[in-house]
Every structure is written in C-alpha cells, then in structure tokens.
C-alpha cells in the first residue's frame, strides 16, 4: 500500500508515495501525478526512506536536562508563561517558529500567542530566508502573493535566474526547466557573482558584483522605456508610480553591476524582446542589505512590460523551506495578523478576534527574529517558546543568540532530536517527526498538499500543533483549542480565510472548510483554485483572482 504525501525538504513541494515495510521504514518514490514534480525526485527525496529510524530521537520531554513526564512539563510551561504575562505583561512572551512547521501547528501557535496571550512577539527562521520578498511583494502588490505558477517556467521563452542556485536548491525545478530548455529551446540567464552548478544550463551567465542587482534591473527597466517594451495599457490599468520609478531607474548606475558591455547588452535585448519571461530570484537576492529594493526593482520590469500573472511570465520568488508558504499564509509573523490580513489595521484586528472569540489581540506589530533574541539577552522577554529550528546555529550571530538563550528566565524547545539549541532550554518537549505526522504545506507556487502519517508515532512524542494546545488547555483557555485533529485545525483555518477573502485579499480558501481533510477534493480537478466561487480577486497590480494568483490546493 502506498500513501501519498510531500518532501519535508525543500520549497518545491515534491508529491511522494511512501511505502511502508513494517518495520518501521518505508520504500520512497515520486508521486507520477502530484503537479510540483510529477513522479521526479532529487537525491534529497529519494534518500528520505533511510532517514527514518528512531536513532538520536527524543523520545521524553526534559526539564532541566532530565528525562520528565508530560504532565510535569507541559504544566512548568504553562505556569512560567502564565507568570510572565502575569508580571510583566504580553510584551514578555515570544514564540520563535519555522518555515518547516505544519500549516495547522503555525495556525495554532500563532491563534495562542496572538489571540490568547495577546502578544505579537511571533517570528520564524523564514525572516532569515524570504523576508525580504514579502516586503518587496507588499510593496509593489500590496499583498504578499508569487502570480505565477511551475508551469509558467516550462512555458517561458526566457528563464532569468537571479541568485538562485537551482540545480543544488531546488533540483527538481531545475530538471523541469532543463528539459522544457531541452524541448523547446528556453533561454536561461544566471545571475550570479559565482560561477554555480545552474550555469550549466545557463545561455548567459553574468557575473555582477555582489550587491549591485537592483542596479541591474534598474538598467532593465530604462531599456524597457526605451525601446518601446513598456505595455502602455497594462500599466495605465494597474500600476502607480511608474514615472517616479522609471526616474529613480534612470538615476541608478548600472556600471556598479561591474558587467562587460556586450553581456548586459545580450540580457537586456533578450529580455526587451521576448514576451514570456520569467524571472526566479532567491537568497542572492534576498539574504542583502539591499533585498527589497532588490525584489522590487525585478518587479517592476514584470509591471512595466506587463508580463504577469500571465502564462509564461512573471517574477517568482521561490521559497526555500517546505512550508515557508503556508507560515506567510498563516500569517505567524511578527508584523503580520493571519491570513495576509494586517496586524496595523483595527478592522482586520476586530474580525480576526471576532473569528477567534478571544480575550485579547495585539495592537501592533511584534519583535522580529533579531530584535527577539536582543530583548531575551536584556530581560525583556522573560517566557520564549522554539519550536522547529535550531537558532543557536542558524541565526546571525549565533553565538550572541546562544547567549541570549541562556540569559532568558525560562525557554522551551519543542524538536525531534538534541541541538544545540535543546541544550540551552529548561523544557525540552519531543515532536512527531515527518513521516509520523498530518497537516498540510503549501510550497512555492502556492499549491497546498497534504503532508501524512505512514508510520505509528513512537511512545512519548506528540504533535507539535497538540503541544501548544495541550499548553493553552492548561492556561485556561481549552475551549478555543479543544481540536481533536490536525483536520479540525485546517478547517478552522480555512473559514478564518474567508474573512481574508471577504476584505479583498487573495488567499481565501474558505471553499476547503467543509471538505474532508483526507482527500480535500479540487473543485475543478487537480491544482484548482480553492476560493469560493464570486469572492473576492486580487486588489493587486496583477488584478483579476486567475489561477496564477489564487490559492490551489492538490489533494487526490
Ligand atoms: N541541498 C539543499 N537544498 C536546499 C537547502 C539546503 O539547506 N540544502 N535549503 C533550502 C532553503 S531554506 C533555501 S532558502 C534555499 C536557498 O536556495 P538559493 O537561494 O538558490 O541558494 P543560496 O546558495 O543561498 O543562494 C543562491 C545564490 O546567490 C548567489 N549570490 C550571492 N550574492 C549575490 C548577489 O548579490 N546577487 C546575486 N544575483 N546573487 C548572489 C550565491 O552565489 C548563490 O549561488 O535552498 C533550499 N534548498
Ligand atoms: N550561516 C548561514 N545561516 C543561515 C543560512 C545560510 O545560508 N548561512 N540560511 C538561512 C535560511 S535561508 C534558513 S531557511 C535558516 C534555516 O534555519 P533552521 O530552521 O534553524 O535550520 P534547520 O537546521 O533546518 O533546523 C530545523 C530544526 O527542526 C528540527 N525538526 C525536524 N523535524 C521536526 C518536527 O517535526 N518538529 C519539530 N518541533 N522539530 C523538528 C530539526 O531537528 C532542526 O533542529 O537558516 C538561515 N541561516
Ligand atoms: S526538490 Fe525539494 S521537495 Fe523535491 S524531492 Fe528534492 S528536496 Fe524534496
Ligand atoms: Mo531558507
């Protein structure tokens, strides 16, 4: 028997069927018809069948580095919480949490910490990864929305691939478009300082100077003006500010990108030419000082030429984690509500609380990832909840942060195995791991897959999703986080986005919330989109809710 589920690797998203052997492992392969990979793995998804023995697991929670029961732990941790918001207020509470939770564990962390505790003090690992394209995204769309899908790559004429090593990041894009570039001829550009794996399939490689892409795209967008590529009627229909942005264009120096003439000359002809271009861009251009300005100036050039939110066309930021996604849909983020609604904005506060029934909700944004471990290290957050990462290793400054740790009153890790980080907490509570667990994770074209159990949980560990609500049970407020099922969660979650849906927003997947969970059936076939018939569309400059800019769901 074989049980569909997804990669817990990568933003790709890759469908698997696992094959248990019963005896504890399980045989690994594509899923022929999941639409992120069709049947392809890399190295990574194939190699998952031997990563599943118990060997390094936690297997017991721990309080002060010694093996505990769950009861004694989960109520230490729901007292020294209770205490800091007692003392000290919400402001002395924060969750750090992952781009590789669970989209029902994300939803319940965030609905405790927001909505219960009253604290926005919520971030995640995905601030060190794809921060800066929601803010590039909310900047130029007014929502943090990719209009753009897998398919569009294997349809492009050009691919740019701007800091995105794909062959080693995220392999199985890169085998679509290599044979699509085998089929039908693709042109593909790198960008990047360095020389990578990606530029074996590169017809053009430039080799700007690290830092110096917007001066790049700026020289792009100029050229576009020029030469008679802008689309005149897309842009009078939907977008602001062109002229502000074309002058900005025109005063940035593209000689900072340090490229030969000839090379800038071919990328630019290229692209003022051919209609169906995407460009995929990543940490080269995110992980920068520069990284919205970066986002925003490729966005732009899509704007300006009109070339989104159609087949074959658009920017497509591609995300790194497994459900980096689904935490921005989710909305467990610091500066963010739920559900891309606006933690700055009163109505989308009051409807939020409203749909909660909850005691309190923060009324501004929260401490980010690095402001977090700044406050833990001075006192002012005396209760701090990790879950899913491993920031004594992946932070910057991690050994500042491993200090920060250290120095805060009172520290909970939820993981599956001893880190680095487990070592510095005074609870350590046991997960589920892959393979053991159900949600769901939406990857990098926003299509949302089941991730399922194919194995029996060992004795003593527990869902990460149940944990915080075993947590919030002892806190009093049971009620409101009485689920019996990650199914239970998801759908909740699914009618919260209705509210989303109704306010204008692009991700409403309230058409879900009455679906079983266990086959969750598109409405119109496989990857549909899954709001409800007449609601809403984008308010963005990509404009009508297509299936480039809706949510999808594939669930067979
Ligand atoms: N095997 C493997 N795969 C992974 C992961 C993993 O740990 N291992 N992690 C996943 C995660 S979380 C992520 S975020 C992704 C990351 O995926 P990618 O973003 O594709 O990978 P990186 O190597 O971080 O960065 C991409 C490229 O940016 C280039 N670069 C550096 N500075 C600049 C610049 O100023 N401009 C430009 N244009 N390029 C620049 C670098 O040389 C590098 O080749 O990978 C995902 N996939
Ligand atoms: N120097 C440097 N730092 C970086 C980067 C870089 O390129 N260079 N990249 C940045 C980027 S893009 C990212 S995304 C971050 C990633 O940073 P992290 O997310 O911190 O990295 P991981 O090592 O993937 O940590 C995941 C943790 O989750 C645990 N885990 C696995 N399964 C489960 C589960 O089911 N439940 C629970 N509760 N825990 C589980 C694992 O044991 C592990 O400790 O790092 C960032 N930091
Ligand atoms: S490309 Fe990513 S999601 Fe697909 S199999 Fe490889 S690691 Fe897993
Ligand atoms: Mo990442």
């Given at each position: ?12 998203g890759?469908?698997l ?23 392809r ?36 941790v ?25 989209t ?22 995905s ?95 100029v ?63 995110n ?39 689904g ?77 920060a ?100 927003l ?44 809706a ?6």
């Amino acid at each position: 028997m074989s049980i569909r589920t997804t990669c817990p690797y990568c933003g790709v998203g890759c469908g698997l069927l696992a094959m248990p052997d019963g005896a504890g492992g399980a045989r690994i392969a594509g899923d022929p018809d999941h639409p992120a990979n069709r049947g392809r793995l890399c190295s990574k998804g194939t190699a998952l069948g031997q990563t599943l023995g118990l060997e390094g697991r936690l297997l017991s929670p721990l309080i002060g580095g010694r093996p505990a029961g769950w009861d004694a732990a989960l109520d230490l941790v729901a007292e020294r919480f209770a205490a800091a918001l007692d003392r000290h207020g919400p402001d002395s509470v924060a969750f750090y949490l992952s781009g590789q939770m669970l989209t029902e564990d994300y939803y319940v962390a965030n609905k405790l910490i927001k909505g219960y505790m009253g604290s926005a003090n919520v971030d995640t690992n995905s601030r060190l990864c794809m921060a800066s394209t929601v803010a590039g995204h909310r900047r130029a769309f007014g929502t943090d929305t990719v209009p753009g899908t897998y398919e569009d790559l294997e349809l492009a004429d050009l691919v740019v691939l701007a800091g995105s090593n794909l062959a080693w990041c995220h392999p199985v894009l890169y085998q679509r478009l290599a044979a699509a570039r085998a089929a039908r001829g693709t042109k593909v550009v790198v960008i990047d300082p360095r020389r990578t794996a990606t530029c074996e399939i590169a017809d053009l490689h430039l080799p700007l100077a690290p830092g110096s892409d917007a001066a790049l795209f700026n020289a792009l967008l100029v050229a576009l003006a020029d030469r008679g590529a802008v689309d005149r009627a897309f842009v009078a229909a939907h977008v602001t500010g062109f002229d502000a942005a074309l002058a900005a264009a025109r005063a940035s120096d593209p000689g900072a990108t340090g490229l030969p003439a000839a090379a800038l000359a071919t990328f630019l002809d290229w692209f003022c030419t051919t209609g169906r271009v995407v460009t995929v861009f990543s940490q080269g251009i995110n992980q920068s000082a520069s990284g919205t300005d970066k986002v925003n100036a490729i966005l732009n050039c899509h704007l300006a030429s009109g070339r989104i939110g159609r087949p074959g066309m658009g920017p497509f930021s591609v995300t790194g984690q497994p459900n980096a996604m689904g935490g921005r849909e989710v909305g467990g983020m610091a500066n963010t509500l739920a559900c891309h609604l606006e933690i700055e904005n009163p109505v989308h506060r009051a409807a939020v609380q409203a749909f909660w029934g909850s005691p309190r909700m923060p009324q501004a944004p929260g401490l980010k990832a690095v402001e977090m471990f700044r406050a833990a290290a001075e006192g002012r957050i005396r209760a701090l909840w990790i879950i899913h990462t491993n920031p004594a290793v992946s932070m910057p400054e991690a050994d500042a942060v491993a200090a920060a740790i250290r120095a805060c009153d009172f520290v909970v890790v939820n993981d599956v195995t001893e880190t680095d980080t487990t070592r510095l907490a005074d609870v350590v509570l046991p997960a589920t791991a892959w393979g053991e667990k159900s949600g769901t994770v939406t990857n990098s074209d926003r299509t949302i897959s089941r991730q399922r159990a194919f194995l029996p949980a060992p004795a003593g560990v527990r869902d990460d999703w149940r944990i915080l609500a075993d947590v919030a049970a002892r806190m009093g407020w049971g009620a409101a986080f009485g689920w019996a099922s990650p199914a239970e969660v998801f759908a909740e979650h699914a009618a919260l986005s209705g509210i989303a849906g109704r306010m204008g927003l692009d991700f409403d997947i309230s058409g879900l919330a009455g679906c079983d969970y266990d086959r969750l059936p598109p409405p119109a076939g496989p990857s549909a989109p899954v709001a409800p018939a007449g609601s809403a569309s984008a308010s963005s400059a990509t404009a009508a809710s297509s299936p480039r800019t809706a949510a999808r769901a594939w669930c067979p």
